[in-house]
């Protein structure tokens, strides 16, 4: 958390002091930041501090996970293959079809850094100029989807959580609707269908 501030601090006050340091320096920069954590539920469990992430989420890009754009994965594999071949100084002419298929076809727990290791490892023990690969090194495993319930409660944590940074204002530029990114409307439906009392969240 204390380095949260001070990173808040910078982005805010555009200035921070080296460490060991007594000078406050200005600086002025651009923050470029990822993460595969659903930080508004990092907030309503006290993790991440809400400030520090309004100030961060000025222009969202969301990235869908590697399963849900297997069209890119051939340009990947290409990309990989000839990486990490001219690393090992080998020569790859063919990628097998197999091999491709199978890749096109795992739904990629780890993203693109598993890939990416699937594909420095086949290389590392293979001796031939076709790129294949162990089809158990990408062998599904049945994945394990959220329950409605377990949804609904995480939907109601969210929205709780905007309405308490709020003080239970749902519209406005501070309002829990902005903060959700959602329009005011919608944000009073789900209010009223998860049946939340928006009213214990006004300041006294």
Known sequence: METQIAL???????????????EVLRTDVRVISATNR?????????????????????????LPPLRERKEDVPLLV????????TRAGKKIKHIQKKALEALREYSWPGNVRELQNVIER??????????????????????????ATDQISAERR??????????????????AAAKLGIPPSTLESKIRSLRINKFQFKRV
């Open 158 to 175: 969210r929205i709780e959580a905007a309405l308490a940074q709020s003080h239970g204002k749902v519209s406005g530029g501070n309002g």
């Open 78 to 85: 290409n990309y990989f293959v000839d990486r990490y071949a």
């Open 8 to 22: 808040l601090r910078v982005l805010q006050e555009r200035e921070f002091e080296r460490v060991g340091g007594t």
């Open 122 to 147: 086949s290389l590392i023990i293979g001796d031939t100029t076709e790129f294949s690969i162990d089809k158990s090194w990408v062998a599904n495993e049945p994945q394990q989807q959220p329950s």
């Open 38 to 62: 659903d930080l508004q539920m990092a907030i309503a469990d006290g993790g991440f501090r809400s400030d520090l992430y309004y100030r961060l989420n000025v222009f969202p890009i969301k």
